[in-house]
DNA sequence: TGCAATACCCACCAGAAGGTAAGTATGACG
DNA sequence: CGTCATACTTACCTTCTGGTGGGTATTGCA
Protein backbone atom coordinates (compact mmCIF):
# COMPACT_ATOMS: atom_id res chain seq x y z
CA UNK A 1 0.00 0.00 0.00
CA UNK A 2 1.18 3.23 -1.35
CA UNK A 3 0.80 6.44 0.90
CA UNK A 4 -2.28 8.12 -0.40
CA UNK A 5 -2.27 10.97 1.15
CA UNK A 6 -2.96 12.95 -2.18
CA UNK A 7 -3.45 16.31 -0.02
CA UNK A 8 0.28 16.60 0.66
CA UNK A 9 2.71 18.90 -0.08
CA UNK A 10 4.75 17.20 -2.50
CA UNK A 11 4.13 18.45 -6.52
CA UNK A 12 5.52 14.89 -7.19
CA UNK A 13 3.12 13.02 -5.50
CA UNK A 14 0.38 15.43 -6.26
CA UNK A 15 1.23 14.76 -10.14
CA UNK A 16 1.21 11.24 -9.57
CA UNK A 17 -2.48 11.27 -7.76
CA UNK A 18 -3.84 13.62 -10.73
CA UNK A 19 -2.42 10.94 -13.53
CA UNK A 20 -3.55 7.86 -12.13
CA UNK A 21 -7.15 9.45 -11.53
CA UNK A 22 -7.55 11.00 -14.93
CA UNK A 23 -6.71 7.55 -15.87
CA UNK A 24 -8.98 5.89 -13.50
CA UNK A 25 -11.85 8.42 -14.99
CA UNK A 26 -10.83 7.76 -18.38
CA UNK A 27 -12.06 4.23 -17.90
CA UNK A 28 -15.50 5.80 -16.75
CA UNK A 29 -15.87 8.21 -19.59
CA UNK A 30 -18.14 7.79 -22.54
CA UNK A 31 -21.97 7.93 -22.75
CA UNK A 32 -23.13 4.76 -21.85
CA UNK A 33 -19.85 2.46 -19.64
CA UNK A 34 -21.30 3.51 -16.38
CA UNK A 35 -24.99 2.80 -17.27
CA UNK A 36 -24.15 -0.35 -18.65
CA UNK A 37 -21.61 -1.38 -15.38
CA UNK A 38 -24.31 -0.12 -13.21
CA UNK A 39 -26.28 -2.65 -15.36
CA UNK A 40 -24.06 -5.59 -14.82
CA UNK A 41 -23.78 -5.21 -11.24
CA UNK A 42 -27.42 -4.70 -10.33
CA UNK A 43 -28.11 -7.63 -12.68
CA UNK A 44 -25.55 -10.00 -10.49
CA UNK A 45 -24.87 -12.58 -12.96
CA UNK A 46 -23.86 -12.23 -16.83
CA UNK A 47 -25.87 -9.94 -19.67
CA UNK A 48 -25.90 -11.16 -23.00
CA UNK A 49 -25.58 -8.78 -25.90
CA UNK A 50 -29.76 -8.31 -26.21
CA UNK A 51 -29.98 -8.03 -22.55
CA UNK A 52 -27.69 -5.20 -21.95
CA UNK A 53 -29.40 -3.61 -24.84
CA UNK A 54 -32.40 -3.81 -23.90
CA UNK A 55 -31.49 -2.39 -20.15
CA UNK A 56 -29.08 0.31 -21.43
CA UNK A 57 -32.08 3.02 -22.37
CA UNK A 58 -31.43 4.53 -25.78
CA UNK A 59 -28.23 3.16 -26.75
CA UNK A 60 -27.94 1.82 -30.34
CA UNK A 61 -25.83 -1.05 -31.29
CA UNK A 62 -23.11 -0.12 -32.96
CA UNK A 63 -22.46 2.35 -29.08
CA UNK A 64 -23.01 -0.18 -26.86
CA UNK A 65 -20.35 -2.61 -28.69
CA UNK A 66 -18.06 0.05 -28.81
CA UNK A 67 -18.10 0.72 -25.02
CA UNK A 68 -18.38 -3.05 -24.20
CA UNK A 69 -14.95 -3.68 -26.36
CA UNK A 70 -13.52 -0.59 -24.50
CA UNK A 71 -14.14 -1.97 -21.09
CA UNK A 72 -13.24 -5.03 -22.22
CA UNK A 73 -9.56 -4.29 -22.94
CA UNK A 74 -8.78 -1.78 -19.74
CA UNK A 75 -10.21 -4.65 -17.77
CA UNK A 76 -13.40 -4.14 -16.40
CA UNK A 77 -15.91 -6.78 -18.05
CA UNK A 78 -15.41 -10.31 -19.72
CA UNK A 79 -16.42 -11.26 -23.10
CA UNK A 80 -17.54 -14.64 -23.07
CA UNK A 81 -18.78 -16.02 -26.48
CA UNK A 82 -20.63 -19.44 -27.23
CA UNK A 83 -20.19 -21.10 -30.44
CA UNK A 84 -23.75 -21.41 -31.31
CA UNK A 85 -26.66 -19.99 -33.98
CA UNK A 86 -28.13 -18.12 -33.04
CA UNK A 87 -24.67 -16.40 -31.75
CA UNK A 88 -24.96 -16.47 -27.45
CA UNK A 89 -22.21 -13.54 -26.30
CA UNK A 90 -22.25 -13.12 -21.97
CA UNK A 91 -20.68 -10.14 -20.21
CA UNK A 92 -19.41 -10.20 -17.06
CA UNK A 93 -17.91 -7.69 -14.53
CA UNK A 94 -14.11 -8.63 -13.63
CA UNK A 95 -13.02 -8.30 -10.64
CA UNK A 96 -11.43 -5.19 -10.97
CA UNK A 97 -14.72 -4.40 -11.97
CA UNK A 98 -16.68 -5.04 -9.24
CA UNK A 99 -13.84 -3.36 -7.40
CA UNK A 100 -15.41 0.03 -9.15
CA UNK A 101 -18.36 -0.68 -6.57
CA UNK A 102 -16.50 1.47 -3.87
CA UNK A 103 -15.64 4.74 -6.29
CA UNK A 104 -19.11 4.30 -7.42
CA UNK A 105 -21.02 4.42 -4.25
CA UNK A 106 -19.01 7.54 -3.67
CA UNK A 107 -19.39 8.85 -6.40
CA UNK A 108 -23.72 8.46 -5.95
CA UNK A 109 -23.17 9.39 -2.46
CA UNK A 110 -21.96 12.95 -3.40
CA UNK A 111 -24.04 13.25 -6.40
CA UNK A 112 -27.21 13.26 -3.74
CA UNK A 113 -25.37 15.48 -1.55
CA UNK A 114 -24.92 17.64 -5.05
CA UNK A 115 -28.71 17.15 -5.85
CA UNK A 116 -29.85 18.00 -2.35
CA UNK A 117 -27.85 20.79 -1.94
CA UNK A 118 -29.27 22.13 -5.36
CA UNK A 119 -32.23 21.92 -3.97
CA UNK A 120 -33.63 19.37 -6.79
CA UNK B 1 -30.65 9.81 3.13
CA UNK B 2 -31.82 7.40 0.52
CA UNK B 3 -31.04 3.74 0.58
CA UNK B 4 -28.21 3.64 -1.23
CA UNK B 5 -28.19 0.07 -2.45
CA UNK B 6 -27.45 0.09 -5.96
CA UNK B 7 -26.93 -3.29 -6.21
CA UNK B 8 -31.13 -3.81 -5.75
CA UNK B 9 -33.02 -5.44 -7.98
CA UNK B 10 -35.35 -2.55 -8.53
CA UNK B 11 -35.16 -1.61 -12.60
CA UNK B 12 -36.62 2.44 -11.56
CA UNK B 13 -33.48 3.13 -8.16
CA UNK B 14 -31.19 1.46 -11.07
CA UNK B 15 -31.44 4.30 -13.10
CA UNK B 16 -32.06 6.36 -10.48
CA UNK B 17 -28.39 5.63 -9.31
CA UNK B 18 -26.92 5.27 -13.03
CA UNK B 19 -28.37 8.75 -14.14
CA UNK B 20 -27.17 10.15 -10.70
CA UNK B 21 -23.25 9.02 -11.03
CA UNK B 22 -23.27 10.00 -15.14
CA UNK B 23 -24.12 13.07 -13.93
CA UNK B 24 -21.73 13.07 -11.17
CA UNK B 25 -18.97 12.31 -13.71
CA UNK B 26 -20.03 15.01 -16.27
CA UNK B 27 -18.77 17.24 -13.79
CA UNK B 28 -15.35 15.46 -13.19
CA UNK B 29 -15.35 14.88 -16.82
CA UNK B 30 -12.76 17.02 -19.74
CA UNK B 31 -9.10 16.51 -20.23
CA UNK B 32 -7.95 19.03 -17.22
CA UNK B 33 -10.80 19.08 -14.50
CA UNK B 34 -9.32 16.58 -12.41
CA UNK B 35 -6.32 17.49 -12.41
CA UNK B 36 -7.01 21.21 -11.53
CA UNK B 37 -9.50 20.00 -8.75
CA UNK B 38 -6.11 18.44 -7.30
CA UNK B 39 -4.17 21.04 -7.62
CA UNK B 40 -6.62 22.82 -5.22
CA UNK B 41 -6.73 20.44 -2.94
CA UNK B 42 -3.34 19.98 -2.72
CA UNK B 43 -2.91 23.82 -2.16
CA UNK B 44 -5.28 24.18 0.44
CA UNK B 45 -5.04 27.84 -0.46
CA UNK B 46 -6.78 29.95 -3.17
CA UNK B 47 -4.77 29.70 -6.26
CA UNK B 48 -4.78 32.57 -8.76
CA UNK B 49 -5.00 31.84 -12.58
CA UNK B 50 -1.12 32.44 -13.41
CA UNK B 51 -0.39 29.96 -10.31
CA UNK B 52 -2.79 27.07 -11.61
CA UNK B 53 -1.73 27.56 -15.21
CA UNK B 54 1.90 26.78 -13.66
CA UNK B 55 0.66 23.80 -11.76
CA UNK B 56 -1.23 22.12 -14.40
CA UNK B 57 1.19 20.89 -16.69
CA UNK B 58 0.29 21.12 -20.49
CA UNK B 59 -3.14 22.97 -19.72
CA UNK B 60 -3.16 26.35 -22.22
CA UNK B 61 -4.85 29.07 -20.68
CA UNK B 62 -7.99 29.08 -22.80
CA UNK B 63 -8.62 25.26 -21.96
CA UNK B 64 -7.78 26.49 -18.14
CA UNK B 65 -10.07 28.82 -18.47
CA UNK B 66 -13.25 27.11 -20.29
CA UNK B 67 -12.69 24.25 -17.32
CA UNK B 68 -12.55 26.91 -14.56
CA UNK B 69 -15.68 27.93 -15.56
CA UNK B 70 -17.24 24.88 -15.93
CA UNK B 71 -16.41 23.88 -12.61
CA UNK B 72 -17.67 27.23 -11.54
CA UNK B 73 -20.87 26.75 -12.86
CA UNK B 74 -21.00 23.33 -11.75
CA UNK B 75 -20.48 24.32 -7.92
CA UNK B 76 -16.94 23.06 -7.74
CA UNK B 77 -14.90 26.19 -7.43
CA UNK B 78 -15.60 29.44 -6.25
CA UNK B 79 -14.30 32.42 -8.70
CA UNK B 80 -13.18 35.60 -6.57
CA UNK B 81 -11.62 38.62 -8.42
CA UNK B 82 -9.82 41.58 -7.21
CA UNK B 83 -10.47 44.82 -8.64
CA UNK B 84 -7.30 45.67 -9.88
CA UNK B 85 -4.57 46.43 -11.81
CA UNK B 86 -2.70 43.97 -13.37
CA UNK B 87 -5.97 41.83 -12.74
CA UNK B 88 -5.67 39.28 -10.01
CA UNK B 89 -8.27 36.24 -9.40
CA UNK B 90 -8.45 33.51 -7.49
CA UNK B 91 -10.06 29.86 -7.56
CA UNK B 92 -11.18 27.74 -4.49
CA UNK B 93 -13.00 25.21 -3.92
CA UNK B 94 -16.35 25.36 -2.79
CA UNK B 95 -17.91 22.90 0.35
CA UNK B 96 -19.31 20.70 -2.32
CA UNK B 97 -15.94 20.36 -4.07
CA UNK B 98 -14.26 19.44 -1.18
CA UNK B 99 -16.97 17.17 -0.95
CA UNK B 100 -15.84 15.48 -3.82
CA UNK B 101 -12.63 14.26 -1.38
CA UNK B 102 -14.07 10.68 -0.43
CA UNK B 103 -15.15 9.71 -4.06
CA UNK B 104 -11.39 10.93 -5.47
CA UNK B 105 -9.51 8.86 -3.08
CA UNK B 106 -11.35 5.67 -3.90
CA UNK B 107 -10.91 6.89 -7.42
CA UNK B 108 -7.26 7.03 -6.23
CA UNK B 109 -7.24 3.51 -4.42
CA UNK B 110 -8.90 1.72 -7.44
CA UNK B 111 -5.98 3.39 -10.20
CA UNK B 112 -3.43 2.31 -7.79
CA UNK B 113 -4.72 -1.12 -7.63
CA UNK B 114 -5.92 -1.41 -10.92
CA UNK B 115 -2.13 -0.29 -11.67
CA UNK B 116 -0.51 -3.38 -9.50
CA UNK B 117 -2.40 -5.91 -10.57
CA UNK B 118 -1.72 -5.21 -14.15
CA UNK B 119 1.73 -5.04 -13.53
CA UNK B 120 3.03 -1.60 -13.40
C1' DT C 1 -36.34 -21.93 -50.73
C1' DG C 2 -36.40 -18.39 -47.66
C1' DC C 3 -37.06 -16.39 -43.30
C1' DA C 4 -35.93 -15.78 -38.28
C1' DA C 5 -32.71 -14.94 -34.51
C1' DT C 6 -28.35 -12.98 -32.62
C1' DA C 7 -24.28 -10.38 -32.46
C1' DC C 8 -22.01 -8.08 -34.66
C1' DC C 9 -19.36 -4.74 -38.86
C1' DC C 10 -19.04 -0.71 -42.10
C1' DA C 11 -19.52 3.87 -44.43
C1' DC C 12 -20.71 8.09 -43.49
C1' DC C 13 -22.03 12.38 -41.00
C1' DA C 14 -22.70 16.13 -37.35
C1' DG C 15 -21.43 18.25 -33.37
C1' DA C 16 -18.45 18.62 -29.37
C1' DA C 17 -14.01 18.92 -27.45
C1' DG C 18 -9.36 20.23 -27.64
C1' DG C 19 -5.66 23.27 -29.28
C1' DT C 20 -2.92 27.49 -31.40
C1' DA C 21 -1.84 32.02 -31.98
C1' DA C 22 -3.11 36.35 -31.79
C1' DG C 23 -5.51 40.34 -29.63
C1' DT C 24 -7.74 43.21 -25.64
C1' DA C 25 -8.29 45.98 -21.32
C1' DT C 26 -6.36 48.36 -17.44
C1' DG C 27 -3.40 51.47 -14.77
C1' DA C 28 1.17 51.87 -12.62
C1' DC C 29 5.74 53.10 -13.60
C1' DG C 30 9.92 55.01 -15.95
C1' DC D 1 4.57 58.28 -24.27
C1' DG D 2 5.59 53.41 -24.24
C1' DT D 3 6.16 49.20 -21.70
C1' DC D 4 4.74 45.65 -18.32
C1' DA D 5 1.84 42.39 -15.94
C1' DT D 6 -2.42 39.68 -15.58
C1' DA D 7 -6.51 37.51 -16.92
C1' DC D 8 -8.76 36.84 -20.08
C1' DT D 9 -11.25 36.77 -25.38
C1' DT D 10 -11.49 35.69 -30.25
C1' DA D 11 -11.00 33.41 -34.72
C1' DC D 12 -9.80 29.46 -36.64
C1' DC D 13 -8.51 24.66 -37.17
C1' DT D 14 -8.14 19.64 -36.03
C1' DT D 15 -9.49 15.54 -33.70
C1' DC D 16 -12.60 12.81 -31.11
C1' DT D 17 -17.23 11.10 -29.91
C1' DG D 18 -21.76 9.84 -30.74
C1' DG D 19 -25.19 8.49 -33.96
C1' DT D 20 -27.83 6.52 -38.31
C1' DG D 21 -28.83 3.22 -41.54
C1' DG D 22 -27.53 -0.12 -43.78
C1' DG D 23 -25.10 -5.05 -44.35
C1' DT D 24 -23.19 -9.87 -42.92
C1' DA D 25 -22.68 -14.72 -41.13
C1' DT D 26 -24.66 -18.94 -39.37
C1' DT D 27 -28.00 -22.63 -38.89
C1' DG D 28 -32.60 -24.40 -37.64
C1' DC D 29 -37.07 -24.63 -39.22
C1' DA D 30 -41.50 -24.01 -42.00
Redo the contacts with the bound molecule.
Sequence with gaps: MTDRDWRCEDPEQQLVWASATSEALRVL????KIVIIIQLFAAKKPL????L?RRVD??????L?????QLEKDGIVT?M?YPQ??????YTLTEMGIALGPSLEALIDWAFMRREALGH
Excluded at 65 to 69: D, E, N, S, V
Excluded at 85 to 90: R, W, Y
Design positions: EGKWRFSEEGVNQKMIQQLRRVVPPKVE
